[in-house]
């Protein structure tokens, strides 16, 4: 089918709930795509931080092609093998003890919202079930998710949303720490506000909130789903900031390009859910989780230690380029701040000169596949500094 037809039946028979460019993508490898032109691009967005290691890796198609051949889907009725290895290998890795598979980042945190309540309606009776949130955050587009998403923006025409939901400055101690009302249960956040324009949180904050919760038994929630999964140099973020949540949401690049959230639970909240409380048709997937299975080996403390050298390479080159203010992030999730210029004004001419980077509010963001090559980055920087130049 050529582009033109892509894009009319995309006109006519897709709900318009995206802006896209103007590129009907075929194919790729790694970090490089081809549209259907034949022209190919870099890739600094791997799918809004998912394939983590980047497009077609063979032994991640290997893995999944493998599974798709014996059972593609069974129900939650069966026991499978690749869920069990996934959740082994994410409670290894992280000494979280249990885990809830979902089919994305809103899904996770819908589950996490709801073992939170739960834990607490158990503990101290129903009247406990306020989350405190930050402002400036974003977890999701389900309803739940949506109200526990600390921007203004996203809370329109949708009423009523979830009640019960307190959103907190970010950063602000003091407010933070005066919200913990006592209806309040849990708090949760995200160590780098991702789609708040990859607004890290500072650690000491981080730190002296997590420590207030421990004291009152306030569940501690980490929404993992942007900045999980080895996108920062470790395969967690908050393992940076010192701390062990309660409860923590991830999804995005667990499945190495396919659709898998994921609950893990602490050791308080283990035990929270019994059979009926929550439940997904495709949670758990087989074929989705012998990509993730992929996915969790592949994340070795060796391969996020490059993660983290080139997310500091991308940081300290991007940083001299001109009409650049500041570039912030850990790893490789990055935020650029321009001199004069909107992002969006920008992200058009990168696409056109050949290189494919996100938003995020007023900065260019950059979510590369974690196994991006050296080659690859170099293309990509070329064609970031060039087009910064002719600005
Ligand atoms: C921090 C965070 N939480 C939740 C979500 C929602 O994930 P999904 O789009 O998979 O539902 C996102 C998506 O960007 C996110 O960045």
């Not at 970090?31 to 799918?47: H, L, M, N, R, V």
């Not at 997590?210 to 306030?218: F, L, M, S, V």
Request: glycine share 10%; charged share 20%.
């Amino acid at each position: 089918m050529d582009a033109q037809t892509v894009k009319q039946n995309d006109a006519q028979y897709i709900a318009h709930t995206y802006g896209r460019f103007p590129v009907v993508l075929e194919k790729g490898k790694n970090a490089t795509a081809w549209d259907s032109e034949g022209k190919s691009y870099i890739d600094f967005t791997s799918g809004i931080g998912v394939n983590a290691f980047g497009w077609a890796n063979d032994g991640w198609v290997e893995a999944v092609t493998q599974q798709l051949g014996k059972l593609q889907h069974t129900s939650n009725l069966y026991f499978t093998e690749p869920c069990t290895l996934a959740a082994k290998l994410l409670c290894e890795k992280t000494g979280m003890k249990k885990v809830f598979f979902a089919n994305s980042g809103a899904e996770a945190n819908e589950g996490v919202i709801k073992a939170a309540r739960k834990y607490s309606f158990v503990k101290y009776g129903k009247e406990r079930r306020t989350i405190v949130t930050l402002k400036n955050s974003f977890h999701g587009r389900t309803m739940g998710s949506l109200s526990a998403t600390g921007q203004e923006v996203y809370h329109n025409f949708f009423f009523p949303f979830v009640g019960d939901f307190k959103f907190a400055p970010a950063n602000d101690l003091e407010s933070t720490l005066a919200s913990f009302t006592d209806d309040v249960c849990a708090v949760m956040m995200e160590m780098i506000q991702g789609e708040g324009g990859v607004m890290p949180l500072d650690q000491e904050y981080v730190k002296a909130v997590y420590d207030y919760c421990k004291q009152h038994d306030i569940l501690f929630i980490v929404d993992e789903v942007q900045t999980g999964m080895g996108r920062t140099g470790s395969l967690m973020c908050y393992e940076q900031f010192g701390i062990k949540p309660d409860l923590v949401s991830c999804a995005k690049g667990l499945g190495g390009g396919l659709p898998i959230g994921a609950v893990l639970f602490g050791e308080k909240t283990e035990e929270v859910f019994v059979p009926g409380d929550h439940g997904s048709t495709f949670g758990g997937n087989p074929v989705v989780c012998a990509g993730a299975v992929y996915v969790l080996e592949h994340l070795t403390d060796d391969f996020m230690a490059e993660v983290a050298q080139k997310g500091a390479y991308l940081k300290e080159r991007i940083s001299k380029m001109k009409h650049v203010k500041s570039v912030v992030g850990m790893g490789m999730m990055l935020g650029i701040e321009l001199e004069g210029y909107e992002a969006k004004a920008v992200v058009g001419k990168l696409l056109e000169s050949g290189l494919m980077v996100l938003t995020a509010k007023y900065k260019i963001r950059l979510l590369p596949p974690l196994s991006i090559t050296k080659e690859e980055l170099e293309k990509g920087l070329s064609i970031l500094e060039q087009t910064l130049e002719t600005l």
